[in-house]
């Protein structure tokens, strides 16, 4: 119980800090401890979940940089449209134009 009290302030200051990022900014795990309290190792599991789910690239070990989401947004919606065109059986022989 003490441990999640220590916790969730620092995992509050980070998300703070990770919300406030743009497209660009890079941030290390050095200066998310400075601003949360919590652990390098902390930090960096953070970070590196937001870098496996898209949101952060990885510069060097240590540092990451806020991506862009346009990309995938639009790649997620072109996969969807295409998905979502009327299946041809295959029993059903289709006619030329």
Do not use: F, H, N
């Amino acid at each position: 119980m003490w441990r999640s009290l220590e916790i969730d302030p620092g995992l509050d200051k980070l998300q703070d800090l990770l919300l406030g990022m743009v497209p660009g900014d890079e941030v290390s795990v050095a200066r998310a401890v400075e601003v949360s309290g919590l652990d390098a190792a902390q930090c960096d599991a953070v970070l590196d979940a937001l870098m496996r789910a898209g949101l952060m690239l990885r510069l060097q070990p240590g540092g990451y940089v806020r991506c862009r989401l346009d990309g995938i947004r639009a790649a997620g919606r072109s996969s969807a449209t295409s998905s979502a065109a009327i299946p041809v059986s295959p029993s059903i022989p289709r006619r030329a134009p």
